[in-house]
Nanobody, 124 residues
Framework: QVQVVESGGGLVQAGGSLRLSCAAS????????MAWFRQAPGKEREFVAAINGNGGSTKYVNSVKGRFTISRDNAKNTLYLQMNSLKPEDTAVYYCATTGNQYYSDYPGIYDYWGQGTQVTVSS
């Protein structure tokens, strides 16, 4: 059974940094594209970043480009999201998701397993 577990969320002041981690098991990790989504209160789930299976290709939503970096360590079956220069509008629950192939998308429907989410709160 595939399991996806996020960690690393918390409370940080504007301008600060956090690193989220996502541990995945039950699937050939290096064959699976993965992504981060987020959902703020009262808003729809939003694509944040994605990475292909070997880590050679990434995609970001415009609002986080230059501030967030998605990466993966296939030897550790772990996905990361380094978040710098955080803003109050980054406050949300962040979700990790995985798909059964190497190709990512910003469309949530292609991802078949999701984590439970980790809260990120940025104070002004």
């Amino acid at each position: 059974q595939v399991q996806v577990v996020e960690s690393g969320g918390g409370l940080v002041q504007a301008g600060g940094s956090l690193r989220l981690s996502c541990a995945a098991s039950g699937r050939a990790f290096s064959s699976a594209a993965m992504a981060w989504f987020r959902q703020a209160p009262g808003k729809e789930r939003e694509f944040v970043a994605a990475i292909n299976g070997n880590g050679g290709s990434t995609k970001y939503v415009n609002s986080v480009k230059g501030r967030f970096t998605i990466s993966r360590d296939n030897a550790k079956n772990t996905l990361y999201l380094q978040m710098n220069s955080l803003k109050p509008e980054d406050t949300a629950v962040y979700y990790c998701a995985t798909t059964g192939n190497q190709y990512y998308s910003d469309y949530p429907g292609i991802y078949d397993y999701w984590g439970q989410g980790t809260q990120v709160t940025v104070s002004s």
